[in-house]
């Protein structure tokens, strides 16, 4: 399954909200099998199993492509994972937290998002 980078900063952050009832689902459904599975992941910076509900979805880019790509290359860069690097879910998710939401570096990776409000509220409230 591929996962885009800056997917492993919004999977722990997401409340149910999101661009649209169906990319909301998806990303539930998505979500509830990393956890419960932990299956093998590639670690990419393209479209995803989470991006196949967005509506920002292109068909094979995104519409925010220039912006997805530096969120994708700042975690990929803060995490020291290279790019298409397959490993277990929860390894990625493990590096992620360790590397960047510990550091309080995620408004760095992504502070210009239309979800930062929203994600620095759900990170207040989980302190």
Known sequence: MKIRAHHGLCTRNFVGEGYSDDFSRNMKKVIDYLEEENPQVEIVAELDEICKKCPENLGKICQSQEKVMNYDK??????????????????????????????????????????????????????
Do not use: H
Request: with cysteine.
């Open 74 to 127: 700042k975690v990929l860069e803060l995490t020291g994972i290279k790019e298409n690097t397959r490993m277990k879910w929860k390894e990625f998710y493990q590096a992620c937290s360790d590397k960047i939401f510990d550091q309080s570096l995620r408004p760095k990776v992504c502070g210009a998002c239309q979800w930062n409000e929203l994600c620095l509220e759900v990170e207040s409230n989980r302190q």
